[in-house]
């Protein structure tokens, strides 16, 4: 026979585990079906800007060198949003972060490839020539290049079949992440080079996330020497 506190405690256990179930239900629904389309719209507005202004003949002066710079913009704001997941995680204690971080990071993917391809396609004009040779001779070219190609495997690797096949190399190889923002920030500033105020400004807030990155892994490989001793 149940006693009646068992059967309470059963009761208590039964509604608190149904709400739960509800709530984590309902939180799934409003990432996937809210949440996640109204970022994925959010980050193709830029884009969407970009060609009314082509259409409209509403991109200044210089339209190739508007739109050469607003594309390489918001690729390195998307790549930085990209590494400020796990952080905000992190500081949260709210795992709905790491949702996001893919299509940042493929979006990021996106504008640094569009930004690419205007830069062959309209301002070289296909001149393999030329490109090549700016590549080598210009620093700024250099690297970023050098990221867009190290961008290249994270992008294909960012499916859930290539994180089950990679296994443990899946996290070392999407590391490269954070060389991958240093050389935009280098690419930026080193192309600027006069007016140093939007650069540093990226520089600080990618100062900032790698501290919030690598401070709780470090204090982490602290701590390993004395847990060592502790336990001889």
């Known amino acids: 026979m149940v006693t009646p506190t068992r059967w309470r405690t059963f009761t208590a256990t039964w509604t ?44 200044g002066a210089n339209p190739l060198e508007h739109v050469t710079h607003a594309t390489g913009d918001w690729a390195l704001r998307l790549l930085l949003v990209t590494l ?55 620093p700024y070219i250099t690297v970023g290049f050098a990221a867009w190609l190290l961008l290249v495997p994270l992008a294909a690797t960012s499916t859930r079949a290539a994180m089950r096949r990679l296994g443990r190399n899946w996290k070392k190889l999407h590391r490269a992440v954070y060389a991958i923002a240093i050389l935009g920030v280098l690419h930026f500033v080193w192309l600027v080079k006069a007016d140093l105020f939007e650069p540093l400004i990226y520089a600080t807030v990618l100062a900032l996330l790698l501290a919030l990155r690598w401070r709780p892994a470090l204090q982490q490989r602290q701590a390993l020497p004395g847990r060592s001793i502790k336990a001889r």
């Open 84 to 138: 400020a997941m796990t952080p905000l995680r992190r500081l949260s204690g709210n795992t709905a972060w790491l949702r996001f971080r893919r299509m940042f990071g493929l979006f990021a993917f996106f504008y640094a490839s569009v930004h690419l391809l205007i830069w062959v396609w309209l301002d070289r004009e296909l001149a393999w020539g030329n490109m090549l040779a700016d590549i080598a001779k210009r």
């Open 16 to 59: 608190w585990q149904s709400s739960t179930d509800v709530i984590s239900r309902d939180r799934e629904i409003w990432l996937r079906f809210v949440a996640k389309p109204a970022v994925f719209i959010a980050c193709l507005v830029p884009f969407a800007l970009l060609l009314k202004g082509a259409v409209d003949g509403d991109l």
